[in-house]
């Protein structure tokens, strides 16, 4: 039998104008305190992006109250089922932005953003020939896991992606633009910007690789491992079909692998997949060196 899953994990986003986002961060703390919700949001005049995680009756009441808030009544919340807590506190944090963009233009989704694509059509666009996808998160989450034929971005954050682009798809200003992300805030940012460097044709998968995984059509189809999310799992499962397979490989030995796991050693911290044979044999170190210097303290 099936362990029951009595928890979810929520995640959201919303850009819509918020006046003293230091203020409401305090108050939306303690909310949460009092609901025993655990999990990081973030608050900014531009909006709220946050995943949290609490029992069915936490997660209803927190969605409930949000939605008869008149700036949130329309919130669209991702639910996952869940064995437990995704984290281990809870943060609310007050922000410059939702997500780091750093770049000179007001980037505003509610004004101007890609096309908004749904599941189905983001699958059946995705197989045009002339379309380019692009992954709008970090190397080490494409490299557990992606859209097939998806172009692997080299940037560690998502502040590096305006130069990123600028250096390798400039030419193709005129294509058909397709582009990803977990949840679908990156995306929001990413295609606004995109049509204000040009860009003519931009769409975006609407509420993430997350609700691509849940539709009931797609299935998940043409996503090749994991998704990495930004909580304890680490990583989830999207496709949902035989055609579902690990494309990360091991750090150590090379086999295929995606339990991604920090160095052992602080110091290093080195973010690496590892898999269960290796974690066997170097127990959570990267490298000889980094045990022999954590050992030996
Ligand atoms: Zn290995
Ligand atoms: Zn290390």
């Known amino acids: 039998m ?28 303690k909310l949460c305190q009092q609901l025993d919700l655990k999990g990081r949001i973030l608050v900014s005049h531009e909006g709220i992006n ?8 936490q997660t209803q009441a927190y969605m409930d109250v949000m939605h008869q808030n008149p700036l949130f009544k329309d919130l ?13 506190k809870m943060h609310v ?9 750093r770049v000179d233009e007001d980037l505003d989704p509610n004004r101007k953003t890609g096309k908004y694509l749904t599941p189905k059509e983001f699958f059946e666009t995705m197989q045009q020939e002339d379309a380019i996808i692009i992954d709008g998160r970090n190397d080490y989450e494409y490299d557990i896991g992606h859209f097939r034929g998806a172009i692997r971005p080299e940037v560690q954050s998502f502040r590096e992606f ?15 633009i397709l582009t990803y992300c977990t949840g679908g805030i990156r ?30 059509e797609v299935k998940g189809r043409l996503w090749d491992g994991k998704c990495y999310v930004f909580d304890e799992r680490i990583a989830v499962p999207i496709n949902r079909t035989s055609e579902d397979i690990v494309i990360g490989k ?5 086999n295929p692998a ?14 690496h997949i590892v898999c269960p044979e290796c974690m066997e044999l170097h127990r959570g170190y990267c490298s000889a060196l980094c045990k022999e210097e954590h050992t030996s303290k």
Not at 195 to 206: I, M, N, S, T, Y
């Open 2 to 29: 099936d362990r029951q899953k009595l928890y979810r994990i929520l995640l959201y986003y919303k850009f819509v104008p918020i006046e003293d986002p230091e203020t409401f961060a305090k108050e939306h703390l």
């Open 50 to 57: 946050g995943t949290v995680s609490g029992t069915v009756e």
């Open 76 to 88: 669209w919340f991702k639910i996952d089922e869940s064995e437990g807590h995704a984290f281990k």
């Open 93 to 101: 944090r007050p922000r410059e932005e939702l997500v780091t963009f």
């Open 162 to 176: 305006p130069d990123w682009i600028r250096e390798n798809l400039s030419e193709h200003k005129d294509k058909k």
């Open 187 to 216: 995306c929001e940012k990413l295609t606004a910007w995109m049509l204000e460097e040009g860009f003519q044709d931009v769409a975006q998968l609407h509420g993430g690789i997350v609700t691509y995984g849940q539709d009931e």
């Open 250 to 254: 091991c750090y150590h030995c090379g």
């Open 258 to 271: 995606d339990h991604y796991i920090n160095c052992l050693n602080e110091t290093c911290d080195r973010r």
